[in-house]
Structures are given as C-alpha cells and as structure tokens.
C-alpha cells in the first residue's frame, strides 16, 4: 500500500524559513518521480515542485523559484522542501505527491496518489 | 503558461442523473509524437488530498467505478458522471501535463440537488 506522510507544516511568521519532510513507502520510491502540490485555504490546487527520480532534474513554479528548493533521499525514501523566504502568499496544505514517471528531463505526467497534506501558515 | 479554464463552477445534479464538467486549455495538450492529450482529472471530497480518477484525458485509473469517463481532445475536455452517486460529491479538477509547468484548473463542485 503507497503511503506519503507530510511533516514539517506549522506557524511561521513572514520572511521566515520551513523545512517540510515526506516519508515514502509502498512503492520503490527511486523509480518516481516526487511533487509537491499546494493548496490555499478555499482555492484550487497549484503545483510547486517537482523532482525526477533520480534528483538530478527539478522543476519549480514561478511564484517559489529562488525561495523554494526540492530535494530527495532516494537511501531513506524522503522527500524534502525547503521554503526560505516565506510570505502570506504561501499559506496553504502542502501534499507530497507521487508521479506516474521518473521524470527525467523535466518530463512529468500525471500524479497517481497524495498525501494527507502538512499545513504552512505565515502570520504575524 | 497553458492556463485550463473549467466550467460550470458548480452544479447541482439529481441522484441517478449524468453530471459532466468541461475543461478548455488555453493551448493544445495533444502530442502528436505520442498520440496523447496530456490530461489528467481529480477528484477531492471535503477534507480528502485529491485523487486521480482519469489520465491521458480517457484512460480510467485502477479502482474508478466505471461511470466516470474522460473525453475530448487538443483543448476541449470533459469529465462525466454517467449516473450521480452520493459519494461523488466533490470537487473535480483537470491538469495538464504537456509541459513542464504542470497546471490545474479551477474546480468545479459537484453536488446532489
């Protein structure tokens, strides 16, 4: 059984960092690639983060780029994010996500199975 | 970016009844070299992550009752519930996964009328 547990999330005040954690079981973790997809309360879904599976390809959506980074331990099937910088904008359900492809060279497709989520919330 | 724009935002279907959502890309998610459209649906009921329901825009997932089915095809897309369920209450979402920045659309909400 795929499982993707999300740690990390909390209170963080504005120009803050964050580092967010998933622990991956049920698949062989070094053959997908890993996402990270975010959710704002009341909104819709936006992609934040993406890692091929070996690690050597990332991608990350305009609104992180520079603040963000993904990384994976493919020895300890994690997943990791670490947010710098952080602003209310970013306030929101963190999931890790699990891709159909390794994503190599940037080529990802559709994400077969979410975690439950970690909540981020930047506040004053 | 390839912005997906889907309607209605909402609707209200009776029990029983066909229930279907649109999604139209701002630019085609078809690759011909494949001969795949880059589509994918979600569906998130309340306090759930979301799940994959459809894939390659018609390909159902393993474990999807069958009454849900994807079509279209380049920029016009639509997800339909042939016969309403109560479980089917939800939020449901397309994706596309044509380039590299992957993107939603915006939901619509599906509820019992």
């Known amino acids: 059984e795929v499982q993707l547990v999300a740690s990390g999330g909390g209170l963080v005040q504005p120009g803050g960092s964050l580092k967010l954690s998933c622990s991956a079981s049920?698949?062989?973790?070094?053959?997908?690639?890993m996402h990270w997809v975010r959710q704002a309360p009341g909104r819709g879904l936006e992609s934040v983060s993406a890692?091929?599976?070996?690690?050597?390809?990332?991608f990350d959506a305009h609104s992180v780029k520079g603040r963000f980074t993904i990384s994976r331990d493919n020895s300890k099937n994690t997943l990791s994010l670490q947010m710098n910088s952080l602003s209310v904008e970013d306030t929101a359900v963190y999931y890790c996500?699990?891709?159909?492809?390794?994503?190599?060279?940037?080529?990802?497709?559709?994400?077969?199975?979410w975690g439950k989520g970690t909540t981020v919330i930047v506040s004053s | 970016d390839i912005v997906l724009t889907q309607s209605p935002d909402s609707l209200a279907v009776s029990l029983g009844e066909r229930a279907t959502i649109n999604c139209k890309s701002s630019?085609?998610?078809?690759?011909?070299?494949?001969?795949?459209?880059?589509l994918a649906w979600y569906q998130q009921k309340p306090g759930q992550p979301p799940k994959l329901l459809i894939y390659?825009?018609?390909t159902r997932e393993s474990g999807v009752p069958d009454r849900f089915s994807g079509g279209g095809s380049g920029t016009d897309f639509t997800l339909t519930i042939s016969s309403l369920q109560a479980e089917d209450v939800a939020i449901y979402y397309c994706?596309?996964?044509?380039?590299?920045?992957?993107?939603f659309g915006g939901g619509t909400k599906v509820e019992i009328k």
């Open positions: 996500v699990k891709g159909s492809s390794n994503g190599r060279n940037n080529y990802y497709y559709h994400m077969d199975f």
């Open positions: 049920g698949f062989t973790f070094s053959d997908y690639a």
């Open positions: 890692i091929s599976n070996t690690g050597y390809s990332t």
């Open positions: 630019q085609s998610v078809f690759y011909s070299s494949s001969n795949k459209n880059y």
């Open positions: 390659w825009a018609s």
């Open positions: 994706q596309q996964y044509y380039t590299t920045l992957l993107t």
